[in-house]
């Protein structure tokens, strides 16, 4: 079985740039999650969608991020314009129950 | 505000002896349980789930659940220089959304 396919896996950008994110999920999973992680930090819930409805968007800076999953399956995460502090790794994860297989992630610089 | 705390670390094992990883949980509802490994730069990776109150072993880990006292525990047996890594813990709050509140993780280092 494939897991949970990512792209780009790096990405460097100036600030007030935007950039944006594939995630594939393991086939025939509903849920799908994307995480921001920091150094040093666990993983932080950016948005929850279970099939293309969104669940918890609450630790979403809607200002400047946005995510989609059109036919319940892709999903893109944006950030238009970019700041310092988004300098990260952005974990894509998938699940049909509880439990939650991530893929490779996509390490992001802010210059 | 629902919380799940670790030691940060690092805990530093020698080879061979038995690493002990402990977690709390603020939510009394909590109805899952699962430790993920994560190698520096790689993404995290499960290694136990765990739901009701009791041991569960899985090759040289064990995970230990008691949730009238709000924690659960993994040990790892005969640790090994390739189980340095860092340890989350991540709880579901259980309901439809199936949301996990995770850890800070806690950084162990086996050393040969």
């Known amino acids: 079985e494939a897991g949970v396919a990512q792209s780009p896996r790096y990405k460097i950008i100036e600030k007030r740039q935007s950039v944006a994110f594939w995630c594939n999920p393991i086939?025939?999973?509903?849920?799908l999650y994307w995480y921001q992680q920091i150094l040093g930090q666990g993983p932080k819930l950016l948005i929850q969608?279970?099939?293309?409805?969104?669940?918890?968007d609450s630790q979403l800076p809607k200002d400047r991020f946005s995510a989609e999953r059109l036919k319940g399956v892709d999903s893109t995460l944006k950030i238009q314009p970019a700041k310092l502090e988004d300098s990260a790794v952005y974990l894509c994860?998938?699940?049909?129950?509880?439990?939650?297989?991530f893929g490779p992630g996509t390490r992001l610089t802010v210059l | 505000q629902k919380e799940v705390e670790q030691n940060s670390g690092p805990l530093s094992v020698p080879e061979g002896a038995i690493a002990s990883l402990n977690c709390t949980y603020s939510?009394?509802?909590?109805?899952?349980f699962f430790w993920y490994r994560q190698y520096s730069g790689k993404s995290p990776e499960l290694i136990m789930s765990?739901?009701s109150n009791g041991d569960k072993e899985d090759g040289r880990f064990t995970a230990q659940l008691n949730k009238a006292s709000q924690y659960v525990s993994l040990l790892i047996r005969d640790s090994q220089p390739s189980d340095s890594a860092t340890y989350l813990c991540?709880?579901?709050?259980?309901?439809?959304?199936?949301?996990?509140?995770w850890g800070l993780g806690t950084s162990l280092a086996v050393n040969p």
């Open positions: 994860a998938s699940s049909r129950g509880d439990t939650q297989y």
């Open positions: 086939s025939g999973h509903a849920t």
């Open positions: 969608f279970q099939n293309n409805g969104v669940v918890d």
């Open positions: 939510d009394r509802v909590s109805q899952s």
């Open positions: 765990i739901y």
């Open positions: 991540a709880v579901n709050l259980g309901g439809n959304n199936r949301k996990l509140i």
